[in-house]
């Protein structure tokens, strides 16, 4: 049994709560234990940045120092939390000043940085690998045609070193293709979709996640699959945002998961773009996945 720490962040717990539960269900299966920290709270996101720098640091070391606590590495699925919580981790394990700051800020809580923090792609690439995640698929994923959405935070945190490419990252792509999907090549992987500009500006959102959806369809994609909840609300927005846009399902890739081991998912009725005709043409059990 693997055991992580777990920081659902705020979008796990309200508005994309069934990809938390699609998140638990699957690493479930693969015998990866969660244990949601006690009494978490938000790490700032992109808000705080534009406040204060210690209290950025001071609010991700937070949940850091919970983990440490644990003595269990962190898993962080929404990327602007994993972003935050992997810069600060990284800046209170290198500088002293930061760390003496946020520790007594923190008291009696300490943090030394020493735990790592992990996006959903790194936990099954690290923790389960490639080989298990393909004997696991039991339905065949042939007649998806995904194009893998990583938006523009999770492999370019500013500083820090990342488990992929910067621009042209296939982890994602590795594992639909374990799975028995088709991981459609584009070349809009790590475009922003307008983040959190959805509040203050919905055309810029309409106008940047408009233009990933029209390339997704384009490339010859059925659906686009990403890991971020903004991204994937953002996209799921597109129909509502601009008249005529195109439109395709915007999957969480553990809800791809879904699909192979079980041949549903649990969350399609929150899908805002209907998932409904690419559930349907899943494969029984059995068989070569394509």
């Excluded at 796990?12 to 299966?29: E, Q, T, W």
């Excluded at 300490?110 to 996006?119: D, I, L």
């Excluded at 792609?121 to 080989?131: H, L, N």
Aim: one cysteine or more.
């Amino acid at each position: 049994m693997i055991a992580l720490s777990y920081y659902p962040g705020c979008s796990l717990a309200s508005s994309s709560s069934f990809y938390d539960r699609s998140l638990r269900k699957v690493l479930a299966y693969y015998g990866v234990a969660l244990s949601e920290l006690d009494d978490w709270s938000c790490c700032g996101g992109a808000a705080a940045p534009t406040i204060h720098q210690d209290l950025t640091d001071v609010l991700a070391a937070r949940n850091i120092a919970l983990a440490e606590r644990e003595g269990l590495h962190l898993l962080a699925p929404c990327s602007a939390c994993y972003a935050r919580s992997k810069a600060v981790s990284l800046k209170i394990a290198t500088d002293r000043a930061t760390r003496d700051m946020v520790n007594q800020a923190l008291a009696p809580l300490s943090c030394t940085g020493s735990v790592e923090v992990k996006n959903v792609i790194e936990v099954f690439m690290q923790y389960v690998g490639v080989e298990r995640i393909a004997a696991s698929a039991a339905h065949k994923l042939g007649p998806i045609r995904a194009v893998s959405y990583y938006g523009c935070l999770l492999t370019r945190i500013m500083g820090v070193p990342s488990s992929d490419d910067t621009e042209d990252p296939t982890g994602m792509d590795v594992i639909l293709d374990a799975l028995g999907a088709v991981a459609v090549p584009w070349q809009y992987k790590t475009e922003c979709c307008g983040a959190g500009s959805t509040i203050t500006d919905r055309e810029r959102t309409a106008e940047l996640s408009g233009r990933i959806m029209t390339m997704a369809v384009r490339a010859g994609a059925n659906a686009v699959v990403t890991t971020c909840p903004l991204c994937q609300l953002n996209l799921d927005l597109v129909v509502h945002l601009r008249k005529n846009a195109a439109a395709l399902p915007v999957f969480f890739l553990t809800e791809i998961f879904e699909l192979a081991l079980f041949g549903a998912i649990e969350g399609g009725g929150r899908h805002l773009i209907s998932a409904d005709d690419i559930e349907r043409s899943i494969g029984a059990p059995g068989g070569d996945h394509q």
